[in-house]
């Protein structure tokens, strides 16, 4: 039987609504605002920068100091869900569409279940990158191809450059580019369906030029500044694709978890994806 596919936004494009979730300058949200206007900001930090960005001027901003909540997610969640519930209740529709840009908190129930399937993040990750296990034991890609489709049904596969390091854990490894992922966000890391992956950003030659000792000792240094190009370079880029193909009904997923057993498939105009979903060029 085929599997039911379930588009993020079905409705009119004129009439789609988003929200931004931010904590710091706002730049990944800016840029979406640039296309597709907010309904509304909401930040954690009464101190982050997106207040004062001009694209936001007319927005309705929201703000509740998350610090105010340390070991009170729950709470802190469950707050968040009555801001965005007084939105809906004002504007008389339902949120389409929350974009966490820079939002430095992880995102739990109640707003997880309410908005299932509705909040998207950008990682500055290749997220397809994975380390595979059959069992305990950690193999090769290709080792993969030589096991009969039953065995096959065994293998995991974990994601390689989740967490807050990403751009740094994936320099030090030696990956010679990087690009930014935006993916479905639900109870796990950097663990949701890929939509759309922003063009590669090459490391360095100068970088990749230091001996083991210098590349050691200024790597720290050159993943800050490698990450802060990315985000131009790829996560706009991925990030306002995905706004503007959701907006406008493109972008669905599957029910079926097709991939490893931990992911579904992406469905750009009714066709699938692979499992790096859609590639910005």
């Known amino acids: 039987m085929r599997e039911k596919i379930i588009p993020i ?11 931004g979730f931010g904590s710091g300058s ?6 979406c605002a640039k296309k597709i206007k907010p309904k509304a ?10 207040l004062e960005l001009k694209e936001f001027e007319g ?14 997610s ?17 504007l008389g529709k339902s949120i389409d569409l929350i974009i966490l840009g820079g939002y430095m908190r992880i995102i739990r129930d109640p707003l997880l279940s309410n908005y299932k399937d509705k ?12 380390d595979y296990y059959l069992g305990e034991n950690k193999i090769d890609i290709d080792e993969i191809k030589l ?21 740094y854990e994936a320099i030090k490894a030696g990956e010679r580019v990087t690009k930014s992922s935006v993916i479905i966000v639900d109870q796990k890391t950097d663990h949701g369906e ?12 100068n970088f990749l030029e230091l001996s083991p000792e210098e590349k050691e000792r200024q790597l720290r240094d050159y993943a800050i500044k490698h990450q802060l190009k990315q985000k131009e370079i790829s996560d706009w880029p991925a990030l306002t694709t995905a706004l503007e193909m959701i907006a406008n009904g493109r972008i669905a997923l599957g029910t079926e978890k097709v991939y490893f057993n931990e992911w579904r498939r992406v469905y750009l105009d009714n066709k699938p994806l692979p499992y790096e979903g859609y590639q910005v060029e």
């Open 119 to 130: 909040i998207i993040n950008v990682h500055p990750a290749d997220l397809s990158i994975m």
């Open 59 to 72: 927005i309705p901003l929201f703000c509740l100091k998350g610090d105010d909540f340390k070991g009170k």
């Open 194 to 205: 890929i939509l759309t992956q922003g063009p590669l950003l090459a490391v360095s030659d």
């Open 41 to 50: 900001i909401f930040t954690d930090n009464p101190e982050a920068k997106l």
């Open 9 to 19: 936004y079905a409705g009119k494009p004129e009439e789609f609504v988003w929200v």
């Open 26 to 31: 706002g730049t990944n949200l800016r840029e």
């Open 147 to 167: 096991y009969d489709n039953e065995r096959k049904k065994s293998v995991s596969a974990v994601r390689k450059y989740i967490g807050d390091n990403a751009v």
């Open 74 to 90: 729950k709470t802190f969640n469950e707050r968040i869900l009555e801001i965005l519930k007084s939105i809906e209740d004002k």
